[in-house]
């Protein structure tokens, strides 16, 4: 697996992140992650194809439990109202399910968190799996109907913010016919 060194740190901590960075143009890796139903308070899977023909952006964050990483979520949140029905917005952390609902219900997050908590893989599919803290590294995606990727940024100081401008034009483009 591909280790890279030198494109992700916190301060002076610098992290290795594994797996390959994708590239605009390619097919997204599918995925196999987990969130709790408020509904039924039970713990389901969602793959890539259970959102087929949808494009989807995919905010990346270390964790649920860090005041920054709940700030950039809730800003995602606020841009969710702006767009269009056939496009949504996926928060993926390391975080349990349970704990990444009860911190969407108490922040009245509603765009769907998504627990990568059950193994690496995701992390290292996307090319944000932070050796160091076995966490995420600060990432945004976005996947097109068609399953392929359209936009990536991949943030090398996990103190800042995405580029959330950037980011919701790509989302514009993306749902034009």
């Not at 920054?68 to 056939?86: G, I, K, S």
């Not at 992390?123 to 799996?129: A, T």
């Amino acid at each position: 697996m591909e280790e890279r060194i030198g494109e992700a740190f916190a301060g002076t901590e610098q992290l290795t992140v594994v797996g390959k960075s994708l590239q605009i143009g390619e097919t997204a890796p599918d995925f196999c992650l987990d969130y709790l139903d408020l509904a039924d308070r039970t713990v389901h899977t969602i793959g890539l194809a259970d959102s087929a023909g949808m494009v989807r952006l995919l905010n990346v964050v270390n964790t649920l439990a860090n005041p920054f990483c709940q700030q950039v979520t809730q800003r995602w949140e606020t841009l969710y109202a702006t767009l269009p029905p056939d496009a949504c917005i996926y928060t993926v952390s390391m975080d349990l399910p349970q704990m990444q609902a009860q911190w969407q219900d108490a922040a009245g997050v509603i765009h769907q968190a998504l627990s990568a908590s059950r193994s690496e893989q995701f992390g290292q599919d996307y090319g944000v799996w932070l050796k160091e803290w076995h966490l995420l590294q600060m990432a945004v995606f976005l996947i097109d109907r068609r399953d392929h990727i359209v936009y990536t940024e991949y943030i090398a100081d996990q103190l800042r913010e995405p580029d959330y401008g950037a980011a919701m034009k790509a989302v514009r483009q993306a749902v034009l016919p």
